[in-house]
């Protein structure tokens, strides 16, 4: 995963990936030591890509949360709205 974001800014495949990964249920659920489960990391790399297809990407499997997790994801990354989250790593 982690690398996946090290690459997202330089690679729309790995972007792609991060996406598909994020809408896991697996990676949706994980959330045994924190708040911030697996797919919403990849989420926030997908975001601090900064790139169109990222960016895009972010949007989509950030629509793909349920809505309570869209409000705790906004929280945690100090936004009101996806599209105004501009998170570093």
């Known amino acids: 995963m982690f690398e996946l974001v090290d690459r997202a800014r330089a690679d729309d495949d790995a972007a792609t990936r991060l996406d598909q990964l994020s809408r896991l249920p697996a990676l949706r659920e994980d959330r045994a030591f924190h708040l911030v489960s697996l797919a919403w990391a ?3 790399g997908l975001l601090a890509a900064e790139t169109a297809h990222a960016r895009a990407s972010a949007y989509a499997a950030f629509e793909a949360l349920n ?7 906004l929280a945690y990354v100090g936004a009101e709205r996806v599209e105004d989250a501009h998170p570093r790593i």
């Open 42 to 44: 990849a989420i926030i």
């Open 67 to 73: 809505r309570a997790e869209q409000v705790d994801f």
